[in-house]
């Protein structure tokens, strides 16, 4: 059984940094690529990004594209997002996903404050 954890989130004022960190217990991460998501309340959940498995390539929502820097450690098995100049848009729990059939973990909370 794999469960999927997202940690790092928290609440931060408008311009501030956050980096989250996704794990995957039951399954070597490092072997997907791995996609980042976020959904605001009453909104539908969002792809703003993702990596390849070797960390050689990564793809960016164009909302999120100059600000939000994905990267990974293999040999740690975790996938990283790196949040900068976040903006109250930004709120929204975030969560991660392999390119694989898993279930969605509980996603981690990002507040960015005005």
Do not use: H
């Not at 996609?35 to 070797?54: H, L």
């Not at 050689?56 to 990283?80: L, Q």
């Not at 900068?84 to 507040?111: F, H, M, S």
């Amino acid at each position: 059984q794999v469960q999927l954890v997202e940690t790092g989130g928290g609440l931060v004022q408008a311009g501030g940094s956050l980096r989250l960190s996704c794990e995957a217990s039951g399954r070597t991460l490092s072997r997907y690529a791995v996609g980042w998501f976020r959904q605001a309340p009453g909104k539908e959940r969002e792809r703003v990004g993702a990596i390849s498995r070797t960390g050689g390539s990564t793809w960016y929502a164009e909302s999120v594209k100059d600000r939000f820097t994905i990267s990974r450690d293999n040999a740690k098995n975790t996938v990283y997002l790196l949040m900068n100049a976040l903006k109250p848009e930004d709120t929204a729990v975030y969560y991660c996903r392999p390119e694989i059939e898993v279930p969605w973990g509980q996603g981690t909370q990002v507040t960015v404050s005005s």
